[in-house]
T-cell receptor, first 112, second 114 residues
Framework: KNQVEQSPQSLIILEGKNCTLQ??????????LRWYKQDTGRGPVSLTI???SENTKSNGRYTATLDADTKQSSLHITASQLSDSASYIC???????????WGAGTKLIIKP | DTAVSQTPKYLVTQMGNDKSIKCEQN?????MYWYKQDSKKFLKIMFS???????INETVPNRFSPKSPDKAHLNLHINSLELGDSAVYFC?????????????FGPGTRLTVL
């Protein structure tokens, strides 16, 4: 069964600190993996997208990694800011259909 | 300019009523989607249209009926609303169909059924 699991479920860190969010998937055959940021009361916004051959991709202070062998991805946030408080959702696409498999997200809270 | 817009933003209604949510995108995209996000925060695809043609229709009650008058609009009509329909409904669009393209989301419509 195609699944995407994220950890931790929630995370609280102090402003300026770094953090790493995890995503494990069992989607097959794999097409690509995205990280979305969803602010409270808003729709998700794409941060990064990686295909099978890409190991890492950065978007400002956000760096995503992908290990297609172990089917794991991480999102690293550097020098966190208050505006980083949001849910971060890992989404995996399978080759075989048009659908995206969404994780439940990690709720990140940045405290001053 | 808003890329993907939805109306209304909030909708509170009684059980048994019929309601519609409208979605418009001005990105020139060919594909539009409806998602439901429940209290556990999972986003679940409901429908997808490509150039006004239905391409994804997940296991959704027949009470939910999407309508795409043109490729820039995808409306969602819900008949005989039930308590379990309470959720946030997101519209999204992408340039092409399939998982290879980034989806752009609207702000969501929070539906509360009393």
């Amino acid at each position: 069964k195609n699944q995407v699991e994220q950890s931790p479920q929630s995370l609280i860190i102090l402003e300026g600190k770094n953090c790493t969010l995890q995503c494990n998937y069992t989607v097959s055959p794999f097409s690509n993996l995205r990280w979305y940021k969803q602010d409270t009361g808003r729709g998700p916004v794409s941060l990064t997208i990686m295909t099978f051959s890409e190991n890492t991709k950065s978007n400002g202070r956000y760096t995503a990694t992908l290990d297609a062998d172990t089917k794991q991805s991480s999102l690293h946030i550097t020098a966190s800011q208050l505006s980083d408080s949001a849910s971060y959702i890992c989404v995996v696409s399978a080759n075989s259909n048009y659908q995206l498999i969404w994780g439940a997200g990690t709720k990140l809270i940045i405290k001053p | 300019d808003t890329a993907v817009s939805q109306t209304p933003k909030y909708l509170v209604t009684q059980m048994g009523n019929d309601k519609s949510i409208k979605c418009e995108q001005n990105l020139g995209h060919d594909t539009m989607y409806w998602y439901k996000q429940d209290s556990k925060k999972f986003l679940k695809i409901m429908f997808s249209y490509n150039n006004k043609e239905l391409i994804i229709n997940e296991t959704v009650p027949n009470r939910f009926s999407p309508k795409s008058p043109d490729k820039a609009h995808l409306n969602l009509h819900i008949n005989s609303l039930e308590l379990g329909d309470s959720a946030v409904y997101f519209c999204a669009s992408s340039q092409v169909k399939g998982g290879g393209d980034t989806q752009y989301f609207g702000p969501g419509t929070r539906l509360t059924v009393l």
